[in-house]
């Protein structure tokens, strides 16, 4: 049996939450598992691979134990999701500092256009089984 793929999504950032519910909704293979970046698991797993938490506000996808930041994630993460979806991948060919720009530009706004939460979110009893921390 293939591990999971696993996505770092910070916990408190309402579009992040989002994003979370709709992969799931789209994750029609139960592909992902989740955790956030602020929760122990994500914190061990961003000291894995040399990611600084105080210099990321990224998602994180790790698969086939590398891990993938910013867009690249996300995009690699569109691959494997029902619908359409999966045609945003083709968007890898282009250079990375085109598409992290497009990121970075939505991910140091998104307190400002979608709002923060207290704390992180915490799973339904149905959606805990996707969550490592939970």
Known sequence: MKESDIILFD??????????????????????????LQNDIGGKLLAHHRIDPDKTDSIVLIRDGKAYTKAGAALRIARYLSGGWPLLSALL???????????????????????????CMIPTPELKAKFLDA
């Open 93 to 119: 060919i282009l250079p990375k500092f085109l598409t992290n720009t497009v990121y970075d530009y939505i991910a140091h706004h998104r307190y400002q256009w979608f709002g923060k939460k207290e704390q």
């Open 11 to 36: 916990g408190v950032c309402n579009l992040c939450n989002s994003a979370v519910l709709f992969i799931i909704k789209r994750d029609k293979k139960d592909r992902y598992r989740f955790a956030a």
